[in-house]
C-alpha cells in the first residue's frame, strides 16, 4: 500500500516506511524495510519535487520476492500518484 502526499518547501522527494508486526517477526520485518528501501531509493528520482510516500508493507510482503515487490510498488505508485494528481483511475 503506497500513500503519496505534497510537502511545500521539500527540496526533494522524500520516503518513508511502515512495516508492521502482522508481517512477521524483527528480522522478517527489517529485511522487508530494506529490500523496499532499495526499490524505492531509485524510483524517488522519477517524483516531482515536494512528494512524500509513505510504504506501507502487507503482510505477503515476507514471502515476496524483489521482483514481485518491484511490480506491486510500481502499480501502487502509479495509483497513487494519479489520486494525487486527479488524473482517471
Request: no cysteine; aromatic share 2%.
Amino acid at each position: 500500500m503506497v500513500h503519496v502526499g505534497r510537502f511545500p518547501g521539500s527540496p526533494r522527494p522524500r520516503a518513508g516506511f511502515v512495516v508492521s508486526k502482522a508481517v512477521g517477526g524483527s528480522v522478517v520485518r527489517h529485511q522487508v524495510a530494506r529490500r523496499l528501501r532499495h526499490l524505492v531509493r531509485s524510483r524517488l528520482a522519477e517524483l516531482p519535487p515536494e512528494t512524500g510516500v509513505v510504504v506501507r508493507a502487507l503482510p505477503p510482503a515476507a514471502r515476496a520476492s524483489s521482483a514481485e515487490l518491484s511490480v506491486d510498488l510500481d502499480a501502487a505508485l502509479r495509483t497513487a500518484l494519479r489520486k494525487l494528481t486527479g488524473g482517471p483511475e
